[in-house]
């Protein structure tokens, strides 16, 4: 079986914790690698190797890291099918899923090739008199970055783009559920001209995440997983004085209008609520038709539409509309998910619970679920299932609808399906959530705006990538200078020549 390594000092290197962890194929349910979990003292000697690094990347100009971001473009798209085709194995989604996670990642990496423009600081001339005022963007020095298992290209690249053009060193702890890409793009960073040791990849679990957290000369952490990790992570990495960023779950609701075009609304919801089977945190969840005739003409449309989808592994070619989840484990809580929705009365419209892949026995296939007549009170409705399952909780007014959505802890994303401009406006002002989507039901911003949730979905005050990453990245220090001696009365120059 396959033994897989860290990233230290620009090479593969073993664990040496004797702890590893299986990585499992999830369409067949095989172990096919293990990995090493990192102890505390492997951490802290990364750290250590990683701060010697950083000084004289810290120190190369702007320009020079933003040229390493441009060969790290050129990489990805050279080794996209091999990326797409290592993820997929690990993580399950199809392979068109997979080059969208690596394109997603890519497109933030191309956005930092400009970071020498993103980081040219401001300058106040004659902030007074003689007196000049200026302020730049330094590196922290080394910072940390822990990954989920659902996007293990895109995130770990949301992170090191930003975190490695802004000067820093980087500590990576991505997923042990999928640990495989980001090894490769460690790889491909090391050829592209990164320096040794500015880069680490360490792998491990809660022990890792802790020594991290616990670390004094790691200056920021940012995170991404589930929200009672995110906080976890937030109140210890900020106890212990460090700049922290975590984002968390979600419980997405799209709100359809009795005014939407139905087809498409019902389009939307299929493939934002089963896509990558719902392993995504700006999957829709939740749908809200504002009254009966709305529901009924939804369900309607999007019963035929959900029993087509294809269910199957990655290797079953382009038309698979998605994958197994995870782990048995994630398989499992899903399905007790779903039973406690039918045990507390809510409809459950198409049935999944008996999905079996002919020859995938042992996959953690599940099939496609749609509840009607849900509830707020219901554990489906307050719980991120993470799963191939959609909610429809009827609502009888845009009122109503709204407050549902202000209501829910989560504030990650959200949209609104109609033809009513004033509706739209209203929801996009008034709504307490991060991400709105008008007539888009997974409004994912690009790379040079700014990603993050609202409420329990985000914990610090700057978002992923785009400008807010280049602040998270570094500290702003501003200089006031002063020289009175060149003036004179009268405003003109005196130069004094020195004997
Ligand atoms: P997770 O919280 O289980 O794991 C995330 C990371 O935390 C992993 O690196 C893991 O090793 C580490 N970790 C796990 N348990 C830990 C513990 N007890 N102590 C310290 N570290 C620990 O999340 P996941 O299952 O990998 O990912 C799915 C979750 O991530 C979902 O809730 C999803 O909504 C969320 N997510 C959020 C966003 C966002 O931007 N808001 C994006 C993607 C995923």
């Known amino acids: 079986m396959q033994e897989l390594t860290h990233w230290i000092n620009g090479k593969h290197v073993k664990g040496t914790s004797g ?64 990326l797409a085709e290592a993820l997929s194995r690990e993580h399950g989604k199809t392979l068109p899923d997979a080059r969208g996670d690596v394109q997603r990642g890519l497109e933030v990496i191309e956005y930092c090739i400009n970071a020498a423009q993103m980081l040219k600081g401001e300058f106040t001339d004659s902030a007074g008199p003689g007196i000049d005022m200026y302020s730049m963007r330094q590196p922290l020095g080394v910072v940390a970055g822990i990954t989920p298992f659902n996007f293990p290209a895109m995130i770990p690249l949301w992170k090191l783009g930003p975190g490695l053009s802004c000067g820093n060193a980087f500590i990576l702890k991505p997923s042990e559920r999928d640990p495989s890409v980001p ?12 320096p040794d040791g500015v880069l680490q990849v360490v792998n491990g679990d809660k022990e890792s995440v802790d020594a991290i957290l616990d670390n004094e000369t790691i200056q920021a952490v940012g995170f991404v997983g589930s929200t009672p990790i995110a906080q976890y992570i937030y109140g210890r990495g900020c106890t212990n004085g460090k700049r922290v960023q975590c984002f968390g779950g979600a419980k997405n609701h799209m709100i359809i209008m009795p005014d939407a075009d139905m087809d498409q609304a019902a389009d939307a919801l299929v493939g934002a609520g089963y896509g990558a089977a719902g ?6 969840s939740v749908a809200v038709p504002v009254g009966d005739k709305t529901a009924d003409a939804l369900i309607e449309r999007l019963v035929p539409r959900i029993e087509k989808l294809k269910v199957g592994p990655y290797t079953a070619g382009n038309d698979i509309d998605y994958g197994p989840v995870v782990t048995a484990a994630a398989k499992q809580n899903i399905l007790r998910l779903v039973q406690s929705g039918v045990d507390q009365g809510a409809k459950l419209v198409v049935d999944g619970r008996d999905f079996k892949l002919q020859g995938y026995e042992n996959g953690y296939f599940v099939g496609p679920h749609l509840f009607d007549n849900v509830t707020t009170d219901m554990d489906i409705y307050k719980t991120e299932i993470f799963g191939p399952v959609l909610s429809t909780v009827r609502a009888k007014s845009y009122e109503e609808a709204i407050g549902l959505a202000m209501d829910h802890e989560y504030g990650n994303g959200t949209a ?6 004033d509706a739209a406006r209203d929801f996009a002002s008034r709504i307490n959530i991060g991400m709105v989507g008008i007539n888009v039901p997974i409004p994912v911003p690009l790379a040079y705006h700014t990603f993050g949730g609202w409420k329990k979905s985000g914990f610090g005050d700057l978002n992923q990538h785009g400008p807010d990453a280049f602040r998270f990245y570094t500290r702003t220090k501003t200089v006031t200078s002063r020289w009175p001696s060149g003036l004179k009365e009268g405003g003109e120059f005196h130069f004094k020549a020195m004997d």
């Open 279 to 284: 392993e995504r945190c700006m999957a829709i």
């Open 19 to 82: 702890r590893f962890a299986d990585v499992y194929n999830p369409a067949t349910g095989e172990v096919q690698a293990k990995v090493p979990l990192a102890s505390r003292s492997e951490l802290d000697a990364a750290v250590a190797d990683a701060a010697r690094a950083q000084a004289a990347w810290g120190a190369t100009n702007p320009q020079r890291r933003g040229r390493v971001m441009m060969a790290m473009v050129g990489l990805i798209n050279r080794d996209m099918d091999k």
């Open 416 to 421: 609104i399906f109609t033809r009513d401009g």
């Open 183 to 194: 090894l490769m793009l460690a790889e491909l960073f090391k050829e592209a001209g990164l």
